[in-house]
């Protein structure tokens, strides 16, 4: 049996995430071999600024999609409100 939580749905901007955290996986590898190579902690810390904010993107890109998808889905088959407490629970971790 299968549990609410987890079910999966239709999101239209998978790929988009996708690609969004391939990047931001590359640049953190990209950041290891700075530190790795002694490079210059304000040059390091410049870039894990920008990693910061492709997970910012990223997760921008999961909240839209989760209001196209999930809520929109959960409003037509009577469960907004449930959905709308998931949405307000992940946020309060997220923004934490």
């Known amino acids: 049996m299968e549990d609410d939580h987890y079910t999966t749905h239709h999101h239209s ?12 996986a590359g640049h953190v590898s990209s950041i290891k071999r700075m530190v790795e190579e ?12 920008a990693v910061r904010s492709a997970v910012d993107r990223a997760a921008r890109i999961v909240l839209e999609d ?7 889905e959960a409003a ?4 907004a ?8 629970h992940a946020l309060n971790r997220y923004l934490k």
Not at 66 to 72: A, T, V, Y
Not at 76 to 79: F, Q, Y
């Open 38 to 49: 002694g490079r210059d902690c304000t040059d390091v810390l410049v870039q894990l600024a």
């Open 76 to 79: 037509s088959n009577g469960t």
């Open 81 to 88: 409100d449930e959905e709308w407490d998931r949405l307000k």
């Open 66 to 72: 989760h209001i196209e998808s999930c809520l929109r």
């Open 13 to 24: 901007q998978t790929k988009a995430v996708i690609d969004q955290l391939a990047r931001t």
